[in-house]
C-alpha cells in the first residue's frame, strides 16, 4: 500500500507551481510502548477527568483556558480560535532561499519528504529540485499544517526534496544560562593534540545501523524471555575505570590501536537480537497504544 501523505497542495516559486505530497519522513511505531493496567484484572485503565472540587467530571463540561498568571485563566472559546485560524491555500510558497549553513540545527523540528504529486508535475519537481541541489542552497517557505502556519525549509534530497519544520526562535533557549561559567581560556597546548589525535584515530564514517538503540533490544530481548516464561536477563552495567590524570588517560587513550567499535547488545542465547525496522527485518512483538 502507498504510503499516506499528510499534506498535497502546490510547491510555487513566483509563478512557477507543481503539485506535491508531504510525507513524514520519521516514524515511532516501532518504538516498545507500555499501557496502564490494573494489577489484579489486568484491564486497561481509562483516563477520566476529575475536578479537585466536584471530583469525576463530564469531557463535555470541559473548556480551554490559558493560564496568564498563578492560577488565573482566561477562557478561550472555539469561536476564539476560529478568528485566528489561518486558512490553507494549500501552497507552499517559496519566500527565499539560504545557505544550510545558516539554519542553525537547533531550530530544526519535524522532518518530511516532498515528491512530486503525479506525472506531470515530475519536470517541474526536477528542474525545482536540481536548481536547489547546484545552488546549495534551501528554500524557506510557508504552509499550513492541522490549522498552523509553519515555516519549514525545503531542499534536495536524492530523487525527492527534503523538508523541515523550524521551531519558533521563543521556543529556543539563550546558551548564557547554561554556559556563562565555563571558562573561555585555551586548554594545555599538549593536552589539546593529544585529544586531536585520539579523534582522528577514532575517526570513521557515519551509519546509523552500527548505533542501534540498546535499550530497545535489549527491552525487547526481555520481553521475549517473559512470553516464553523464563526470568529476565539482567543486562551487565558498563564498566567503570578508575580515575586518572586526564594527560595519562589520553596518552593510554591512544596506546589503543583497535578501530571505532561497533554499537551492539549481547543477543539471548538461541535468539537473534530484535532489529530496527530500518533493516528491513520481520516486526517483533510489542504493546498496543
Not at 191 to 207: C, V
Request: a positive charge; one cysteine or more; aromatic letters at 6%.
Amino acid at each position: 500500500m502507498a504510503p499516506r501523505a499528510s499534506w498535497k497542495g502546490y510547491l510555487k516559486l513566483s509563478l512557477v507551481s507543481c503539485p506535491v505530497r508531504l510525507y513524514p519522513a520519521t516514524s515511532s511505531k516501532e518504538r516498545i510502548t507500555f499501557n496502564q493496567l490494573h494489577k489484579k484484572t489486568h484491564n486497561r485503565i481509562n483516563m477520566k477527568p476529575v475536578d479537585p472540587e466536584l471530583g469525576l467530571v463530564e469531557r463535555s463540561d470541559l473548556v480551554k483556558g490559558y493560564e496568564y498568571e498563578d492560577k488565573q485563566y482566561v477562557i478561550i472559546e472555539d469561536g476564539d480560535l476560529d478568528s485566528v485560524r489561518i486558512e490553507s491555500n494549500h501552497t507552499m510558497n517559496i519566500e527565499a532561499f539560504v545557505d544550510e549553513k545558516d539554519v542553525d540545527v537547533i531550530y530544526q523540528d519535524a522532518p518530511y519528504y516532498l515528491a512530486p504529486d503525479g506525472a506531470m508535475a515530475e519536470e517541474t519537481f526536477i528542474v525545482l529540485r536540481e536548481a536547489m541541489r547546484k545552488s546549495g542552497k534551501l528554500a524557506i517557505a510557508r504552509l499550513v499544517l492541522s490549522s498552523r502556519e509553519r515555516v519549514v525549509t525545503i531542499g534536495a534530497r536524492e530523487t525527492g526534496m527534503f523538508v523541515c519544520t523550524l521551531r519558533n526562535p521563543s521556543e529556543v533557549r539563550g546558551t548564557a544560562e547554561y554556559f556563562g561559567n565555563i571558562p573561555t581560556g585555551k586548554p594545555d597546548a599538549e593536552m589539546l593534540q593529544l585529544a586531536e589525535a585520539l579523534i582522528q584515530q577514532k575517526l570513521t564514517t557515519f551509519d546509523p545501523k552500527n548505533y542501534e538503540d540498546r535499550y530497545e533490544i535489549a527491552l525487547m530481548n526481555m520481553i521475549k524471555e517473559k512470553l516464553k516464561g523464563h526470568k529476565p536477563i539482567i543486562a551487565a552495567a558498563p564498566e567503570r575505570g578508575n580515575v586518572i590524570n586526564l594527560m595519562d588517560a589520553l596518552k593510554a587513550s591512544l596506546g589503543q590501536t583497535k578501530p571505532p567499535a561497533k554499537s551492539k547488545t549481547k543477543a539471548v542465547p538461541d535468539e537473534k537480537p530484535a532489529k530496527v525496522a530500518a533493516s528491513g527485518g520481520a516486526r517483533t512483538p510489542k504493546s498496543k497504544k
